[in-house]
């Protein structure tokens, strides 16, 4: 801390304070906004005494704006004191109308951030104390805009957004959901699991996916370890008769974190029971800390297909449960007996579909080549054979030469493949290679998720779903980002649009980065 | 002597005739940022406080119309009787509302006595004429309220525009909170509610002649915009930087600020224009009454600008139907400002640069 060189020498005068009867006269202000300039503007000051008029009629109006103070009712205020050291409001009188939108609860009590505290005091609708002196406006801009909590950049463009009547509220990493996820439809079942605590859903959605989950969970291994598959691969070589498969990825991908117990649950009966149970470990899986991202190339699932079946799964290792939870093996067979194995009835249309795609696909195994072929070498070998033969006729005036044809005739299928040879240009996303960058040095964040402002009736803060966008802002003297944050942001940021808010001196602007696919050749 | 607080290089002012005197007597305009009291949830129009360009602010300092300070932080040794004070100024001005209150309703009262008086001795007329329907009503209005003599229906109407012009001051101190009486004042105009207006407010000259006390939740509350109490601060300096004036010694800053202060010396208007891909706006007259003429671009006296930048800026400056101005400062410490100007025709468009005295040089990039 510097040593105070200049004494605190120069007085700063106080604001307005208002008198009782000034503070009833305030009731009957009107409430009407006056236009900003009153008319078409002029194109140059040419000294009249029209023009000088008009203006000091604006200017006028604009002092008498600025001059009014904020009048309001003690019963309809509510009292909020602010905690520095915590960096939140708490609210000391049950909150009003905004708390559908605005602030949080912990431990009972009702608390705001310091960026939703100081919108509502200028709203007038709360009272900030803080040692219980009440904070005026300008000494709650000081107070609560520091650099731990929230800058005054930041702010303005809160404000800004909640003004035009959008719910502003801060970023959270835990809530994006990525593209696979919202594929498999994950923050659907989430969100299923979390309104029927403990009721068995009827819907068919939560049902089919709720067996699916609990087949996974079966089938959930120790994860991420290349080393851990070899001594799975040696269990099962003792079980089942053909070697097991390279792991089929299929659909495996939930991120249920170490959710515990591959207890299996062979009785439909209980699948309510299991429900409820789910429901606690997903809740608290899903609102604890941010899902890692795993890694899906390392992860080998066993394949419990009809093709080959491998249904003895051991028992997780126990240093990867929670504490109070046991892992034992389990033989999945009698589940998988209670797979809908019946061929599936097809309406006459969907066959009719099907045979017309049917009649341009080979089958590989209706050659009578590879019928032949017992084993997979010898498959292998009759495919190079057909490769030798196939490569022999080749014109040498063609490929003799330095300069050779682009393509075999074999190899341009289609019209898309050509391109691709040809093409200079990679389509490429914005957000790829994003995942790498996550751990790189910080410089811009996003600050807010934006949701718009006509779901505010169906608005619920511990369920707010997917954001309109998020935010990241800036000032216009700060570099354009580069390529390297632009894309660990557009990553962070998930499938919801990113935009950029540029503030200039009070001026907001925003922009936004778009991502555009070049069209090209469908046929393939 | 204006004194205007900065922190972290941003100078905000808080008072509106501050804010007034800059802008009438010395034609600097600063942006407002805050919300407007009289409509917070908008943003067409916005209230204090007003910021200020750094340019502007040490412009201020340097003319001596207004001292730079350093934000003041609270003091805790003044904290005591500050919250003494508070509370001395609260207790205060709840009497004094409390006061006026009643009296504002005596006043009403005594102006609609004549009023009411008059339309109960008609409505007895009307009663005389036609018998029986109202009596029952007429009778049980008399007996709830007494002492005030509006209790015929006919006086409802009377009663319910004497309680909803003071419904501000009643229906609102009266009935308090909302949860304390469900039915406001001015909605019921039947006899019960009367009564409770009668019981609760008290306007008759009889029972009650004293200060009925205002209910607590009905006190009316300043939420000031300043700092309500006077406080000392540092003054700053703006040729030395500091933690609160960052911008001191920076050639970027020191080329806005010259040629900021040599537009305005000429009597142009300036503000931001970052939207607008330049440096300052610059206007004719007041913004409230004129367009901006010129975008200003600050470039430094030797710096190259590359061609693309100059295209690109002169057509955003011809779609908005402003002149880009390049500005960079002389040796001799003025400025020189160069217009650039397109025309644009509905038929063809062709680039015309204004012919200039001293040569531009111009580099592709």
Known sequence: MEPDSEPATVEVPAGRVLSASELRAARWRSQKLPQRSHGPKDFLPDGSEAQAERLRLCRQELWQLLAEERVERLGSLVAAEWRPEEGFVELKSPAGKFWQTMGYSEQGRQRLHPEEALYLLECGSIQLFYQDLPLSIQEAYQLLLTEDTLNFLQYQVFSHLKRLGYVVRRFQPSSVVSPYERQLNLDGYAQCLEDGTGKRKRSSSCRSVSKKAKALQNSLPPMSEAASSPPACDQSSQYSEKPQESSPRKGSGLSFQALGSSEPCPALAREDVECGQENEKIKNGAKGAPKPRWNFEQISFPNMASDSRHTLLPAPAPELLPANVIGRGTDAESWCQKLNQRKEKLSRRDRDQQAEVQQFREDVNADPEVQGCSSWREYKELLQRRQLQKSQPRPPHLWGQSVTPLLNPDKADSPAAVLEHVSVLQTTHLADGGYRLLEKSRGLEISFDVYQADAVATFRKNNPGKPYVRMCISGFDEPVPDLCSLKRLTYQSGDVPLIFALVDHGDISFYSFRDFTLPRDLEH | ?365
């Not at chain 2, 224009?273 to 610059?282: Q, T």
């Not at chain 2, 010129?294 to 930048?309: F, K, N, S, V």
């Open chain 2, 1 to 365: 002597m204006l004194v205007v607080e900065v922190a972290n290089g941003r100078s905000l002012v808080w008072g509106a005739e501050a804010v007034q005197a800059l802008r009438e007597r010395l034609g600097v305009g600063g942006r407002t940022v805050g919300a407007l009291p009289r409509g917070p949830r908008q943003n067409s129009r916005l209230g204090l406080p007003l910021l200020l360009l750094p340019e502007e602010a040490r412009l201020l300092a340097e003319i001596g119309a207004v001292t730079l300070v350093s934000a003041p932080r609270p003091d805790p040794r003044n904290h005591g009787l500050a919250l003494a004070s508070f509370k001395r100024q609260q207790e205060q001005s709840f009497q004094e509302q409390s006061t006026l209150a009643a009296e504002a309703r005596e006043t009403r009262r005594q102006e609609l006595l004549e009023k009411i008086v008059e339309g109960q001795a008609a409505k007895k007329q009307k009663l005389e004429q036609d018998s029986g329907a109202d009596e029952g009503q007429e009778a049980s209005g008399s007996e709830a309220t007494q002492g005030s003599e509006t209790s015929d229906d006919g006086q409802a109407a009377k009663k319910q525009k004497l309680e909803q012009d003071s419904g501000a001051d009643e229906g609102q101190e009266a009935s308090g909170s909302k949860a304390t009486q469900g039915s406001e004042t001015s909605d019921d105009g039947q006899a019960s509610a009367e009564q409770e207006g009668a019981d609760s407010s008290s306007p008759q000259p009889g029972p009650s002649n004293g200060v009925t006390p205002l209910p607590r939740s009905a006190l009316l509350i300043q939420l000031a915009t300043a700092r309500p109490r006077p406080v000392k601060a540092k003054p700053l300096d703006w040729r030395v930087q500091s933690k609160d004036w960052p911008h001191a010694g920076r050639p970027a800053h020191e080329l806005r600020y010259s040629i900021y202060r040599d537009l305005w010396e000429r009597g142009f208007f300036l503000s931001a224009a970052g939207k607008f891909g330049g440096d300052f706006l610059v206007y004719p007259g007041d913004p409230l009454r004129f367009h901006a003429h010129y975008i200003a671009q600050c470039w430094a006296a030797e710096d190259p600008i590359p061609l693309q930048d100059l295209v690109s800026a002169g057509r955003l400056g011809t779609s908005v139907r402003k002149t880009l101005l390049l500005c960079s400062p002389q040796p001799d410490g003025k400025a020189k400002q160069r217009a650039v100007r397109s025309d644009v025709t509905t038929r063809r468009r062709y680039y015309k640069t204004a012919v200039l005295r001293q040569r531009v040089s111009l580099s592709p990039s």
